[in-house]
Protein backbone atom coordinates (compact mmCIF):
# COMPACT_ATOMS: atom_id res chain seq x y z
CA UNK A 1 0.00 0.00 0.00
CA UNK A 2 1.00 3.56 -1.06
CA UNK A 3 1.66 5.50 2.07
CA UNK A 4 0.55 9.12 2.05
CA UNK A 5 4.45 10.64 1.98
CA UNK A 6 5.07 8.30 -0.67
CA UNK A 7 1.99 9.78 -2.61
CA UNK A 8 3.54 13.58 -2.01
CA UNK A 9 6.89 12.70 -3.10
CA UNK A 10 5.10 11.56 -6.66
CA UNK A 11 2.64 14.72 -6.49
CA UNK A 12 6.39 17.18 -5.63
CA UNK A 13 8.01 14.89 -8.29
CA UNK A 14 5.24 16.01 -10.81
CA UNK A 15 5.31 19.53 -9.62
CA UNK A 16 8.65 20.22 -9.67
CA UNK A 17 8.60 19.38 -13.73
CA UNK A 18 5.13 21.51 -14.24
CA UNK A 19 5.91 24.80 -12.21
CA UNK A 20 9.66 24.70 -13.48
CA UNK A 21 7.71 25.14 -17.29
CA UNK A 22 5.43 28.03 -16.07
CA UNK A 23 8.63 29.41 -14.62
CA UNK A 24 11.28 29.25 -17.39
CA UNK A 25 8.60 30.31 -19.55
CA UNK A 26 7.85 33.73 -17.78
CA UNK A 27 11.72 33.99 -16.62
CA UNK A 28 12.39 35.11 -20.30
CA UNK A 29 11.38 38.68 -18.98
CA UNK A 30 14.22 40.66 -17.48
CA UNK A 31 14.31 40.54 -13.64
CA UNK A 32 12.65 43.72 -12.14
CA UNK A 33 15.56 44.91 -10.02
CA UNK A 34 12.97 47.14 -7.31
CA UNK A 35 10.25 44.52 -7.34
CA UNK A 36 9.72 42.38 -4.31
CA UNK A 37 7.25 39.61 -3.96
CA UNK A 38 5.40 38.83 0.20
CA UNK A 39 4.41 35.09 -0.13
CA UNK A 40 2.25 34.16 2.59
CA UNK A 41 1.55 30.22 1.89
CA UNK A 42 -0.64 29.42 4.61
CA UNK A 43 -3.27 32.51 4.75
CA UNK A 44 -5.40 34.18 2.72
CA UNK A 45 -4.09 37.42 4.08
CA UNK A 46 -0.72 38.92 4.23
CA UNK A 47 0.92 37.48 7.37
CA UNK A 48 1.73 40.32 10.03
CA UNK A 49 5.43 39.04 10.36
CA UNK A 50 5.39 40.96 7.09
CA UNK A 51 4.23 44.22 8.85
CA UNK A 52 8.01 46.10 9.16
CA UNK A 53 9.30 44.50 6.46
CA UNK A 54 6.66 46.07 3.90
CA UNK A 55 6.30 49.36 5.40
CA UNK A 56 10.23 50.22 5.06
CA UNK A 57 10.54 48.66 1.59
CA UNK A 58 7.59 51.14 0.32
CA UNK A 59 9.51 53.81 2.25
CA UNK A 60 12.69 52.59 0.26
CA UNK A 61 10.36 52.94 -3.37
CA UNK A 62 10.61 49.00 -4.00
CA UNK A 63 7.41 47.90 -5.72
CA UNK A 64 5.80 45.06 -3.45
CA UNK A 65 3.44 42.63 -4.45
CA UNK A 66 1.78 40.44 -1.66
CA UNK A 67 0.46 37.21 -2.68
CA UNK A 68 -1.38 35.00 -0.51
CA UNK A 69 -2.25 31.15 -1.11
CA UNK A 70 -3.86 29.57 1.84
CA UNK A 71 -5.57 27.05 0.02
CA UNK A 72 -3.37 26.17 -2.83
CA UNK A 73 -5.53 27.64 -5.52
CA UNK A 74 -3.80 26.40 -9.39
CA UNK A 75 -4.40 29.86 -10.16
CA UNK A 76 -2.98 31.28 -7.08
CA UNK A 77 -0.05 28.91 -7.62
CA UNK A 78 0.59 30.08 -11.32
CA UNK A 79 0.39 33.71 -10.57
CA UNK A 80 3.08 33.47 -7.97
CA UNK A 81 5.56 31.12 -10.19
CA UNK A 82 5.43 33.79 -13.06
CA UNK A 83 4.83 37.16 -10.65
CA UNK A 84 8.46 35.47 -8.98
CA UNK A 85 10.03 34.52 -12.27
CA UNK A 86 10.58 38.51 -12.50
CA UNK A 87 11.15 39.27 -9.24
CA UNK A 88 14.49 40.42 -7.48
CA UNK A 89 13.23 39.47 -4.12
CA UNK A 90 10.33 37.09 -2.42
CA UNK A 91 10.07 37.14 1.30
CA UNK A 92 8.21 34.10 2.42
CA UNK A 93 7.27 33.43 6.64
CA UNK A 94 7.37 29.66 6.14
CA UNK A 95 8.14 26.76 3.89
CA UNK A 96 6.05 25.90 0.98
CA UNK A 97 6.41 23.26 -1.49
CA UNK A 98 5.82 25.48 -4.54
CA UNK A 99 8.82 27.86 -3.52
CA UNK A 100 10.96 24.42 -2.69
CA UNK A 101 9.96 22.88 -6.31
CA UNK A 102 11.01 25.85 -8.44
CA UNK A 103 14.85 26.37 -9.39
CA UNK A 104 14.89 30.25 -9.30
CA UNK A 105 17.28 32.19 -11.26
CA UNK A 106 20.24 33.27 -9.95
CA UNK A 107 19.45 37.19 -9.61
CA UNK A 108 16.39 36.28 -7.40
CA UNK A 109 17.06 36.11 -3.88
CA UNK A 110 14.41 34.52 -1.80
CA UNK A 111 13.91 35.18 1.92
CA UNK A 112 12.29 33.14 4.77
CA UNK A 113 11.08 35.29 7.40
CA UNK A 114 10.34 32.85 9.43
CA UNK A 115 7.20 33.12 11.66
CA UNK A 116 7.89 32.50 14.89
CA UNK A 117 10.55 33.56 17.66
CA UNK A 118 13.21 31.51 19.84
CA UNK A 119 13.19 27.38 19.47
CA UNK A 120 10.72 25.41 21.31
CA UNK A 121 8.94 22.57 19.84
CA UNK A 122 10.62 20.14 17.23
CA UNK A 123 9.98 20.85 13.51
CA UNK A 124 11.14 20.26 9.92
CA UNK A 125 13.93 17.49 9.55
CA UNK A 126 14.06 17.56 13.77
CA UNK A 127 10.56 15.43 13.69
CA UNK A 128 12.20 12.55 11.69
CA UNK A 129 13.07 10.31 14.70
CA UNK A 130 9.27 10.42 15.72
CA UNK A 131 7.71 9.72 11.82
CA UNK A 132 8.15 5.98 10.80
CA UNK A 133 8.90 7.25 7.50
CA UNK A 134 12.50 7.37 5.93
CA UNK A 135 14.60 10.59 6.90
CA UNK A 136 15.40 10.79 3.35
CA UNK A 137 11.84 10.99 1.87
CA UNK A 138 11.07 13.64 5.00
CA UNK A 139 14.04 15.35 3.86
CA UNK A 140 13.00 15.52 0.17
CA UNK A 141 9.33 16.47 1.03
CA UNK A 142 9.82 19.19 3.62
CA UNK A 143 12.90 20.65 2.21
CA UNK A 144 14.65 24.37 2.94
CA UNK A 145 17.03 24.64 0.32
CA UNK A 146 15.93 27.14 -1.98
CA UNK A 147 16.35 30.46 0.47
CA UNK A 148 19.01 32.31 0.23
CA UNK A 149 18.88 34.25 3.73
CA UNK A 150 16.58 32.79 6.63
CA UNK A 151 16.26 34.56 9.75
CA UNK A 152 16.19 33.94 13.49
CA UNK A 153 15.92 35.63 16.79
CA UNK A 154 19.49 34.36 18.23
CA UNK A 155 22.57 33.16 18.19
CA UNK A 156 21.65 30.32 20.53
CA UNK A 157 18.93 29.32 18.04
CA UNK A 158 20.80 28.62 15.05
CA UNK A 159 22.08 24.96 15.40
CA UNK A 160 18.30 24.13 16.35
CA UNK A 161 16.99 25.80 12.73
CA UNK A 162 19.99 24.18 10.69
CA UNK A 163 18.64 20.59 12.57
CA UNK A 164 15.13 21.78 11.26
CA UNK A 165 15.60 22.81 7.99
CA UNK A 166 18.75 20.63 7.08
CA UNK A 167 20.48 24.07 6.05
CA UNK A 168 24.31 23.24 7.36
CA UNK A 169 25.54 26.72 9.47
CA UNK A 170 28.51 26.34 6.76
CA UNK A 171 26.34 27.80 3.88
CA UNK A 172 25.74 31.49 5.82
CA UNK A 173 22.21 31.19 5.19
CA UNK A 174 20.88 31.15 8.59
CA UNK A 175 21.39 34.55 10.30
CA UNK A 176 20.34 35.76 13.85
CA UNK A 177 19.82 39.01 12.68
CA UNK A 178 16.24 39.25 14.36
CA UNK A 179 12.61 39.06 13.88
CA UNK A 180 11.54 41.90 11.88
CA UNK A 181 7.37 41.75 13.67
CA UNK A 182 9.35 42.44 17.20
CA UNK A 183 10.85 45.81 16.06
CA UNK A 184 7.37 47.45 16.93
CA UNK A 185 7.52 46.50 20.76
CA UNK A 186 10.41 49.03 20.69
CA UNK A 187 8.63 51.49 18.50
CA UNK A 188 7.07 54.48 20.42
CA UNK A 189 4.53 55.16 18.43
CA UNK A 190 3.19 51.45 18.54
CA UNK A 191 3.57 51.30 21.69
CA UNK A 192 1.23 54.88 22.31
CA UNK A 193 -1.57 53.38 19.75
CA UNK A 194 -1.85 50.28 21.51
CA UNK A 195 -2.44 52.01 25.00
CA UNK A 196 -4.92 53.68 23.18
CA UNK A 197 -6.62 50.49 21.88
CA UNK A 198 -6.41 49.23 25.31
CA UNK A 199 -8.37 52.56 26.67
CA UNK A 200 -10.75 52.44 24.36
CA UNK A 201 -12.03 48.61 25.37
CA UNK A 202 -12.00 48.86 28.98
CA UNK A 203 -10.11 50.64 31.89
CA UNK A 204 -9.76 47.22 33.73
CA UNK A 205 -6.18 44.99 33.54
CA UNK A 206 -6.34 42.43 30.60
CA UNK A 207 -5.60 38.57 31.10
CA UNK A 208 -4.81 37.53 27.22
CA UNK A 209 -5.07 33.72 26.84
CA UNK A 210 -3.02 32.53 23.83
CA UNK A 211 -3.16 28.98 23.38
CA UNK A 212 -1.36 27.04 20.58
CA UNK A 213 -3.79 24.93 18.56
CA UNK A 214 -4.22 20.74 19.49
CA UNK A 215 -4.44 18.43 16.32
CA UNK A 216 -2.24 16.91 14.20
CA UNK A 217 -2.81 19.40 11.49
CA UNK A 218 -4.53 22.31 9.96
CA UNK A 219 -7.07 20.61 9.26
CA UNK A 220 -7.42 19.63 12.63
CA UNK A 221 -6.74 22.10 14.50
CA UNK A 222 -8.49 23.38 17.06
CA UNK A 223 -8.44 25.01 20.97
CA UNK A 224 -7.97 23.50 23.72
CA UNK A 225 -10.79 23.43 26.37
CA UNK A 226 -8.86 23.67 29.79
CA UNK A 227 -10.82 26.52 31.35
CA UNK A 228 -14.42 26.95 33.29
CA UNK A 229 -14.76 30.50 32.42
CA UNK A 230 -17.56 30.56 34.90
CA UNK A 231 -15.04 30.49 37.46
CA UNK A 232 -12.73 32.89 36.36
CA UNK A 233 -15.32 35.27 35.52
CA UNK A 234 -16.78 35.02 39.15
CA UNK A 235 -12.76 35.73 40.90
CA UNK A 236 -11.84 38.22 38.28
CA UNK A 237 -14.72 40.11 36.09
CA UNK A 238 -13.94 43.21 38.63
CA UNK A 239 -10.55 43.68 38.13
CA UNK A 240 -9.61 42.00 34.93
CA UNK A 241 -11.23 41.15 31.14
CA UNK A 242 -10.36 37.80 29.77
CA UNK A 243 -9.27 37.61 25.78
CA UNK A 244 -8.58 35.30 23.84
CA UNK A 245 -6.13 34.78 21.01
CA UNK A 246 -6.95 31.85 19.05
CA UNK A 247 -4.30 30.27 16.78
CA UNK A 248 -4.57 31.51 12.99
CA UNK A 249 -5.66 27.35 11.91
CA UNK A 250 -7.67 27.27 14.61
CA UNK A 251 -10.24 30.14 14.66
CA UNK A 252 -12.71 28.47 12.51
CA UNK A 253 -12.98 26.00 15.36
CA UNK A 254 -13.56 28.31 18.35
CA UNK A 255 -15.45 26.58 21.31
CA UNK A 256 -18.59 28.68 23.00
CA UNK A 257 -18.53 31.28 25.19
CA UNK A 258 -21.68 31.16 28.29
CA UNK A 259 -24.09 34.06 27.80
CA UNK A 260 -22.78 34.77 31.38
CA UNK A 261 -19.15 35.72 30.48
CA UNK A 262 -20.07 37.77 27.27
CA UNK A 263 -19.07 40.85 29.65
CA UNK A 264 -15.63 39.31 30.99
CA UNK A 265 -14.74 37.23 28.05
CA UNK A 266 -14.29 38.53 24.71
CA UNK A 267 -12.71 36.80 21.43
CA UNK A 268 -10.03 39.09 20.02
CA UNK A 269 -8.31 36.61 17.31
CA UNK A 270 -9.74 39.10 14.23
CA UNK A 271 -9.95 42.30 16.08
CA UNK A 272 -6.28 42.43 17.29
CA UNK A 273 -2.83 41.63 15.80
CA UNK A 274 -1.20 39.50 18.00
CA UNK A 275 1.61 42.21 18.71
CA UNK A 276 -1.27 44.73 19.60
CA UNK A 277 -2.43 42.29 22.28
CA UNK A 278 1.05 41.46 23.74
CA UNK A 279 1.67 44.97 24.48
CA UNK A 280 -1.96 45.79 26.16
CA UNK A 281 -2.33 42.53 27.91
CA UNK A 282 -0.98 42.82 31.50
CA UNK A 283 -1.15 38.43 32.33
CA UNK A 284 -0.63 36.06 29.59
CA UNK A 285 -1.81 32.38 29.90
CA UNK A 286 0.05 30.47 26.96
CA UNK A 287 1.22 27.28 26.61
CA UNK A 288 3.73 25.52 23.97
CA UNK A 289 3.00 28.33 21.51
CA UNK A 290 6.15 30.11 21.10
CA UNK A 291 4.46 33.37 21.91
CA UNK A 292 6.08 33.42 25.39
CA UNK A 293 9.53 34.18 23.49
CA UNK A 294 8.62 37.29 22.13
CA UNK A 295 6.42 38.16 25.55
CA UNK A 296 9.57 38.08 27.47
CA UNK A 297 10.78 41.32 26.13
CA UNK A 298 8.36 42.59 28.64
CA UNK A 299 8.34 41.90 32.43
CA UNK A 300 5.02 41.01 32.34
CA UNK A 301 3.77 37.87 34.32
CA UNK A 302 2.99 34.50 32.38
CA UNK A 303 1.80 31.38 33.51
CA UNK A 304 2.03 28.35 30.98
CA UNK A 305 -1.61 26.02 31.06
CA UNK A 306 0.16 22.75 30.13
CA UNK A 307 -2.12 19.52 31.52
CA UNK A 308 -1.06 17.81 28.08
CA UNK A 309 2.97 18.12 29.06
CA UNK A 310 3.25 14.70 28.54
CA UNK A 311 1.81 14.38 24.74
CA UNK A 312 4.80 17.00 23.75
CA UNK A 313 7.60 16.14 26.68
CA UNK A 314 9.50 14.36 23.91
CA UNK A 315 9.33 16.76 21.25
CA UNK A 316 10.78 20.26 22.53
CA UNK A 317 15.00 21.73 21.59
CA UNK A 318 14.83 22.84 25.04
CA UNK A 319 14.07 21.37 28.63
CA UNK A 320 10.76 23.07 28.54
CA UNK A 321 9.43 21.26 31.85
CA UNK A 322 12.44 23.19 34.01
CA UNK A 323 11.93 26.14 32.79
CA UNK A 324 7.94 26.81 33.59
CA UNK A 325 8.48 25.17 36.01
CA UNK A 326 7.43 27.26 38.84
CA UNK A 327 4.65 28.89 36.37
CA UNK A 328 2.95 25.90 35.51
CA UNK A 329 -0.69 25.84 35.71
CA UNK A 330 -2.73 22.38 34.83
CA UNK A 331 -6.48 23.53 35.95
CA UNK A 332 -8.61 26.90 36.69
CA UNK A 333 -7.80 26.42 40.07
CA UNK A 334 -4.44 26.87 39.42
CA UNK A 335 -4.68 29.67 37.56
CA UNK A 336 -6.87 31.61 40.11
CA UNK A 337 -4.14 30.91 42.99
CA UNK A 338 -1.47 31.84 40.47
CA UNK A 339 -3.05 35.20 39.42
CA UNK A 340 -4.18 35.95 43.24
CA UNK A 341 -0.33 35.71 44.15
CA UNK A 342 1.21 37.68 40.64
CA UNK A 343 2.68 39.92 43.45
CA UNK A 344 5.13 37.09 44.57
CA UNK A 345 5.76 36.47 41.00
CA UNK A 346 10.07 35.58 39.87
CA UNK A 347 10.43 37.56 36.60
CA UNK A 348 14.35 36.08 36.41
CA UNK A 349 13.46 33.43 33.94
CA UNK A 350 11.78 36.09 31.50
CA UNK A 351 15.57 37.63 31.63
CA UNK A 352 16.96 34.29 30.63
CA UNK A 353 14.73 33.84 28.22
CA UNK A 354 15.21 37.15 26.60
CA UNK A 355 19.17 36.82 26.65
CA UNK A 356 19.01 32.90 25.09
CA UNK A 357 16.13 33.28 22.56
CA UNK A 358 15.87 37.29 22.08
CA UNK A 359 18.77 38.57 21.45
CA UNK A 360 19.00 39.84 17.97
CA UNK A 361 15.43 41.51 18.39
CA UNK A 362 16.10 44.93 19.68
CA UNK A 363 14.82 46.99 17.29
CA UNK A 364 16.55 46.83 14.40
CA UNK A 365 15.72 43.58 12.71
CA UNK A 366 14.33 44.84 9.51
CA UNK A 367 17.32 47.29 9.13
CA UNK A 368 19.67 44.06 9.47
CA UNK A 369 17.04 41.89 7.09
CA UNK A 370 17.72 44.22 4.45
CA UNK A 371 21.48 45.10 4.73
CA UNK A 372 21.69 41.29 4.57
CA UNK A 373 18.75 41.38 1.40
CA UNK A 374 21.46 43.49 -0.84
CA UNK A 375 24.45 41.84 -0.15
Known amino acids: MISMHHLLWLWRTQSIVRYNLVYRKAAKSAIFEKKVILFSPNFDFMDSSFDCIYKELLLQDYDVLIINNHKNNQKNIEY ?15 NSRIIDCIKFRKETKVICLWHACGALKKWGNSKVKYWKQSSFLHRKLFSYQSFNLFTVSSEKCLSFYSEATGISLKKNVLKATGVSRTDVFFDKSFLAACKNKKNKLTDKKIILYAPTFRGNNFSEAHSPEFLDFDKLRNEFSNEYIFLIKHHPAAMSKTYFVPENCKDFIFDASREYDISE ?43 FESLIQ ?25 KQIRNDFMSACDGSATKRILQEMLK
Not at 80 to 94: L, N, P, R, V
Not at 286 to 313: A, M, N, Q, R, V
Request: no cysteine.
Open 277 to 319: LIVMSDVLIGDYSSLFFEWSLFDKPILFLTPDLELYSKGFYID
Open 80 to 94: FIKEAATAHFIFSTD
Open 326 to 350: KNRVNDTNDVIKAIKNLADYDFSFL
